[in-house]
Nanobody, 116 residues
């Protein structure tokens, strides 16, 4: 089992920045990739960014490319999502996800609200 705890969500003005954190604990040796998803009201959940453990590969949704950066600190078992130039359409609940060969683990989510 893997436990994930997100933090860092907040209310911010358009154009501002936030950094989300996701602290992992438990059987983290089984994790191959970490990702951030988001879900806005009335919309489907979407993949925002993904990183392989060790940071060798990252990928981003087109909607956030160039504005968001996913990174990891293995010493702290933490993954970050740096979000810059935030837009109103970035408003959503952001979820951290850990993927092993057998399953996905989800955090409880953190709310990001961008006011225009």
């Amino acid at each position: 089992q893997v436990q994930l705890v997100e933090s860092g969500g907040d209310l911010v003005q358009a154009g501002g920045s936030l950094r989300l954190s996701c602290a992992a604990s438990g059987s983290i040796f089984s994790i191959s990739t970490m990702a951030w998803y988001r879900q806005a009201p009335g919309k489907q959940r979407e993949l925002v960014a993904i990183i392989t453990r060790g940071g060798s590969s990252t990928n981003y949704a087109d909607t956030v490319k160039g504005r968001f950066t996913i990174s990891e600190d293995n010493a702290k078992n933490t993954v970050y999502l740096q979000m810059n130039s935030l837009k109103a359409e970035d408003t959503a609940v952001y979820y951290c996800v850990a993927q092993s060969s057998q399953t996905h683990y989800w955090g409880q989510g953190t709310q990001v609200t961008v006011s225009s």
